[in-house]
């Protein structure tokens, strides 16, 4: 299945449309866009922000002004 066939959801009244990059990452999810870094991460979406260490976990999240901070160790068991 390529990309062009997921570019799109149609209920019978209504459509929504979706966009991916080149990486197949949801760049664009019903007009909400949504912002990948270089390691494929989701840095930006519709208002929220991610941040992330430079191991590649999560560090932080903000939502409508509002920051997380994410904090674990080797041992923590998800």
Not at 36 to 54: I, K, P
Request: with cysteine; charged share 15%; glycine share 8%.
């Amino acid at each position: 299945m390529s990309l062009s066939d997921r570019s799109a959801w149609v209920d019978g009244t209504c459509v929504v449309n979706y966009g991916w990059d080149d990486a197949s990452n949801l760049v664009d999810n019903a007009g909400t866009t949504q912002v990948f870094n270089e390691r494929n991460q989701l840095v930006d979406s519709g208002g929220s922000s991610r941040t992330y260490t430079a191991r590649g976990t999560l560090s932080s999240s903000t939502t409508d002004g509002v920051t997380s901070t994410v904090s674990c160790n080797t041992f923590d068991i998800w």
